[in-house]
């Protein structure tokens, strides 16, 4: 099929998709207690971006079908967090739990969007299997940010990181294997870098706090639309 039609075939299911996944994360919202935004980029902004890599995936993977809307699926896991993490400074455990038992499961059943990652098809991977690829890595990344997390915060007694980017660099982890989840994690540095510095020079104060998880997720969506088909 041409590309340039299923991307923007793609783009509108990508658009329908993020406005289910905005109207889906103002009820977790209120679930949580909080209250949600309406500013239009909290509430056009979902729909937008999703639209837009919807249809950059749907050019890239026009070809694969079953992998597009795989990884279309992981996609909006992402923007979500994006979208929710710079409005409330938060990432949802009712998000990451079943996103980290999805790229489980995929990681069981096989991984196509992993070099060698099917479980017919062993020896392409770290440790062999794509499953202890997932499960080795994701815990490992989870226990490197859940160390920086505890010792930022001993040494400059206030939060550094937060649990949910903890969560959210498990989640890579069991999504992408490696060495996947480093690159996306060096890409979320330097976009966490680049916006620290927005932030100083459109607030002329070092003071204050960026939400991390919306360049990691960046980063790992960089990185997703780069895998090896």
Known sequence: MNPLVVAIVWAVVGALAGLGMRWGSVKLARLEGLEP????????????????????????????????????????????????????????????????????????????????????????????????DAVIIGVVTGLVFLLLALVGGAIFKAEALGFGDVKLATFMGLLMGWPYTFTAIFYGVVLAAFGALVFIVTHRSMRGTIAYGPYLAAGALIVLLLLPV
């Open 37 to 132: 935004g309406f500013k239009r980029w909290q509430v056009y902004g979902p729909p937008i971006v999703s639209a837009a890599l919807f249809a950059v995936f749907g050019y890239a993977l026009a070809g694969s079908p079953g992998l597009l809307a795989l990884r279309s699926i992981f996609v909006l896991v992402l923007v979500q967090v994006i979208f929710f993490d710079f409005e409330h400074h938060l990432i949802l455990d009712r998000v990451m739990f079943p996103a980290m038992g999805l790229a489980v499961l995929i990681a069981i059943v096989g991984k196509p969007y992993w070099p060698g990652g099917t479980i017919l098809d062993p020896g392409h991977e770290l440790f062999g299997r794509p499953i202890l």
